[in-house]
């Protein structure tokens, strides 16, 4: 028995042994799960609205034989920095107080929520080191932006926050958005440590839908040029596909 557990690991060590050895030395395609973060800073109009956000969420993308990659990707937007500060002064009083039903004074925060959502098309320039799969990468995506102001109030005292009048207030904004990234892609030959890090910027056409805006007594119509800029970063778990062998390996 010992001698069959002596001859898997042997088996075992050889294969991973290959594997890093193509990995090295030859591009692989791919199936790559990622989890992304990053920090974006507002411009355009969305800098009147809004401070730097974070953005996280997944990503899904396929990467060929010749290092070009495809794939979709989301993105969930969050800030506590809101400029339109003065959006609830019909319902406030002097001291930026909103009174409840209880005739008391009931807390009220502003936040920013959103979501971007796009497919993406992108290219890794290989250098051949540290292995033939990492190297500068540059990408294409469009896709779809939407973003907003949150209220975190107990809706149950203050009526005149509650989800239908929310509406009249949160400038839930959105429409085509197009993206562009370059960084550094890096695929371990031990395959535990897969990463990306680079500069995005985004661009979005958008419109407010809400038919009414409570503050202003009128329908905001015009379209909004929305920009994005900043870090972004993200963790990658690749699945291998060694074509010649028809085998895969994580």
């Known amino acids: 028995m010992m ?16 594997a890093q ?22 411009g355009g109009d969305l800098a009147n609205r809004f ?22 990707e989301g993105s969930f937007l969050f800030g506590g920095n809101v400029k339109e500060d003065e959006i609830l002064k019909n319902i406030t009083t002097e001291s930026n107080n909103v009174i409840g039903i209880e005739g008391l004074f009931e807390d009220f ?16 320039i290989n250098f051949k080191k540290p292995n033939a799969n990492s190297g ?20 149950g005292l203050v009526p005149q ?3 239908d009048y929310q509406k009249g207030y949160d400038r839930l904004s959105n ?16 395959k535990f440590l897969n990463f990306f890090a680079g500069i995005e910027m985004v661009q979005a056409f958008t419109k407010n839908r809400r038919s009414w805006n409570f503050d202003t007594f009128s329908q905001e119509t015009n379209l909004r040029k929305d920009l994005m800029f900043g870090f972004k970063a993200g963790l990658v778990v690749p699945i291998y596909f060694q074509q ?7």
């Open 175 to 190: 429409g085509i958005a197009i993206s562009q990234f370059i960084g550094y892609r890096y695929f371990t030959e031990y």
């Open 21 to 42: 050895s193509v990995l090295k030395d030859s591009i692989m395609p791919a199936l790559m799960l990622e989890f992304n973060y990053g920090f974006l800073f507002p």
């Open 244 to 250: 010649t062998d028809n085998y895969y390996y994580y």
């Open 136 to 155: 500068i990468y540059v990408a294409l995506g469009t896709g779809f932006l939407q973003h907003k102001i949150r209220f975190d109030v107990d809706k």
């Open 51 to 72: 401070g730097g956000c974070s953005a996280i969420g997944p990503a899904m993308k396929y990467k060929t034989k010749k290092n070009f990659v495809i794939g979709v």
């Open 161 to 163: 926050l509650n989800k």
């Open 109 to 124: 925060t502003f936040s920013e929520r959103g979501l971007y959502i796009r497919g993406e098309v992108g290219k890794i």
């Open 3 to 18: 001698k069959a557990f002596n001859f898997l690991l042997f088996i075992a060590f050889s294969f991973h042994v290959s």
